[in-house]
């Protein structure tokens, strides 16, 4: 749709009332409130528009959550039928609905073997919640109650309850609220840039940062360890893509001595790496005790979430544990789940995964690729539907902007400007682009984002 024929909007008294009444989670009031929010008033396939008439490129998919891009019909339709049916019913009192027991069973159908159960919520941030809550459970019902503590990662995102802040390691969440929740600990992330000794190889950092692991389990006892989390790929991280060494040797840490170990898959599930689920991946290769999903499995069009039970958990959990007492209203949403399916098989029919692993995954790849040649930029990485780059103040001896020029932040704002809604974090810049591009949407996507570094480079200079 051309800009013109979009719907008037009055952006600066929508911007006023905003700044009046709206409090925007993860963002500085008053400095929003000066330079004012972007209202984006609707999507179509990758693109977005905002109230200005302005178009741009997705290049994070939401919120790394448009996995089938805007504007599904077949998405709107699952919904509306629902709604007309039976907006709501609850799973609580021996009662259920129709489209929580089909997506239940789909998603065990995509999911990696050993998996038959699945637990629902509305988001990432409830479905490590809920995580918390089976793992002590699991480890009660085994008779080990000691096994409580669970590690994790620093720069580790896995949601903003207190649950979920608690497991991830954003030192500026864990500021703010006396966090980490007792038996929550942290090691480093495999982030080669900050924790890699100089001529080391990947995979010997990637060995070397599993080992942080196995220390911290010999501090704490193996018996009182109940599990180790992970994105396969940080996401809100940064886009920190662990070396091929890494996930195997955690795999080898977590079996050795008998801990769960947790796929947070929010990000990498639903396609995001060219396969349903991150750990499928040849690159990560891990058999999780436990999955937690949310985001693309609705590709973002209503809220929903949840974890994925592994059997040697479930078994114990309903042979011998009676009432779990946890659950949400909106655990198993029928409008939600009827959505989810609908996306789940549109992505079937549509080979959308097989797409992203054998076309989209290796096309972004060389595309990206390409910034590898500006000025500012090194450390050009992808994995499946996601990839960064690390700006440089000078390449050559690897030195990094000091962090208060806010060189990311600078640059993000040129890429809204020229188009394309790429993230900044610290020094690195990141996408997520939806699993639907076309090879031309990739090129054009690319094309604004060196724009935007050529207007970053020539503003530093
Ligand atoms: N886990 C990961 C890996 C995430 O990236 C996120 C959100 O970005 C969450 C959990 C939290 O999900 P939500 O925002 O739906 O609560």
Redesign the pocket.
Known sequence: MPSSDLPRFDTAALRAQDAAHHLHPFTDTQSLNASGTRIIVRGAGVRIWDSDGHEIIDGMSG???VNLGYGRQDLVDAATRQMQTLPFYNAFFKTTTVPAIELASLLTEIAPPGFQHVFFT???????DTIIRLVRRYWDLMGQPRRKTIISRRN??????LG?ASL?GMSGMHAQGDLPIPGIVHIDQPYQLQHGHAGESAEHFGLRAASWLEAKIRELGPENVAAFIG?PV???GGVIIPPASYWPEIQRICDHYGILLVS?????GFGRLGHWFGCQHPHIGTRPDLI?F??GVTSGYL?L?GVLVGERIAKVLIERGGEFQHGFTYSGHPTCCAVAVANVQAMRREGVIERVAQDLAPYLATAFGTLADHPLVGDVQSLGMVAGLVLYKDKASRTLFDAELGVGYRCRDHCFQNGVVMRAVEERMIIAPPLVMTHEDIDEMVRRIRRSLDDTWAGLR
């Open positions: 919120l790394w959550c509305n988001s990432g941030s409830e479905g490590n580790a995102y896995h949601g903003s309850t979920g991830g994105e940080q996401g809100a947070d898959e929010v990000i990498c937690t949310a985001k809220p979430g």
